[in-house]
């Protein structure tokens, strides 16, 4: 009898635990969608790290796609038990390589980033997606919002000139029809440049909608955009 009871509260306490990591999962109102320059992720003190497939494309490569509550907060880590599985993905490797690339150091393939991503951010997502739907969903985005080509449409190049930053929003919220958040981060002689453009969507991972709430930072009214 004491066997049973000790089992029955185990399956209790297990089934509690995986309810509750499913209600954290599911308990989000917004997703981030965040590309990153990937001149300005170099062009600091610290500098980077090519991927060992080489030196990625001169294009804003993604960081990633973020679940957010309307408060500016978020969750993370939100299951343990179903972690970074690359075979779940295999069949969007190579994408991921030409538009998720790593930066860091030392140099690497990319597959520490892409498991950070999903074991931080996706797996707060995966009422709606699983892990192959959470990489994939997000792939598609990039390919839809093609940030570099509407700066560049708009007379704003990574040609190591600066810019106005209300001149990059605009540009940008005249071609999506929403207005999104611009990240600066500062270069080794401390100047501020276009580091990350973040763009709101909603619970499906698929749809831009307007950001209920924006991160907190600043950027300088003028800006550099470095070559890469």
């Not at 029955?8 to 989000?28: D, E």
Request: hydrophobic share 30%.
């Amino acid at each position: 009898m004491e066997k049973n009871t000790t089992l029955t509260l185990t399956i209790k306490f297990l089934l509690l635990q995986y309810l509750f990591v499913l209600s954290v999962a599911q308990n989000f109102d917004f997703f981030y969608f965040v590309q990153q320059w990937p001149g300005s992720y170099c062009d600091t003190k610290q500098s980077c790290c090519y991927p060992t497939t080489g030196k990625p494309a001169a294009d804003f490569g993604i960081h990633g796609l973020w679940p957010n509550y309307n408060d500016g907060t978020y969750p993370s880590n939100c299951d343990p038990n179903n972690l970074y599985d690359q075979s779940k993905i295999s069949d969007l490797i190579s994408r991921m390589q030409q538009d998720w690339p790593t930066l860091a150091c030392p140099s690497n393939s990319g597959t520490t980033f892409w498991s950070h991503e999903w074991d931080k951010h996706g797996t707060c997502s995966e009422s709606n997606l699983d892990q192959h739907g959470y990489f994939k969903a997000t792939l598609n985005l990039k390919s839809k919002y093609d940030l570099l080509q509407i700066l560049q449409n708009g007379g704003i190049s990574p040609d190591g000139g600066s810019y106005s930053l209300s001149s990059i929003k605009t540009t940008i919220s005249n071609a999506i029809g929403y207005t999104p958040w611009i990240e600066c981060n500062s270069d080794a002689d401390g100047n501020k440049q276009l580091y990350q453009i973040y763009l709101c969507i909603d619970k499906s991972g698929s749809n831009l909608i307007k950001c209920p709430i924006f991160p907190n930072g600043q950027c300088a009214s003028t800006i550099q955009f470095p070559s890469f």
